[in-house]
């Protein structure tokens, strides 16, 4: 399965993506020289995060037999923005870490719940894809 997206710049800091027949807008704060016309890259990488997250909570409790009446997540995430702006290169420019606080509305027991956050971790593509290297490619046409 390939999944993909295309995207222009409307400015300087505001990015229109299509996936699908969705539209999205990425922009920065004003107070970082955007119009604040959308939520940041970081900010639609956590919240891509949570989407995955809450699919494969449902997903998941449903293949255990869990009634899931429905779930809140809380995702947080520190960068340093020091090399996002050239001014170091001792760390890198992405999360540093995420932390990712689950709460679901069930009945489940704690043993249950345990198996079942191991295998939303465990299953979710973007997960997956934040907690491993996956191969960059950038080219110029």
Not at 36 to 65: Q, R, W
Not at 105 to 117: M, N, Q, R, V
Not at 127 to 141: A, G, R
Request: charged residues 25%; contains cysteine; negative net charge.
């Amino acid at each position: 399965m390939k999944v993909r997206v295309r995207a222009h710049s409307e400015n300087a800091t505001k990015t229109v993506v299509k996936a699908r027949n969705f539209q999205l807008i990425i922009d920065e704060p004003t107070e970082m020289g955007g119009t604040n016309e959308g939520a940041t890259p970081v900010e639609y990488v956590l919240g891509a995060f949570s989407g995955c997250l809450n699919v494969m909570a449902h997903l998941i409790a449903k293949e255990m037999d869990i009634t899931l009446r429905g779930i809140k997540i809380d995702i947080s995430g520190t960068l340093n923005p020091a090399r996002l702006y050239g001014q170091s290169y001792d760390e890198r420019a992405g999360f540093k870490e995420i932390s990712v606080v689950l709460k679901p509305d069930t009945d489940a027991d704690e043993a249950t719940l345990k198996k079942w956050a191991n295998a939303i971790e465990d299953r979710c593509p973007v997960s997956d894809n934040l907690q491993h290297t996956t191969p960059v490619s950038i080219s110029i046409k």
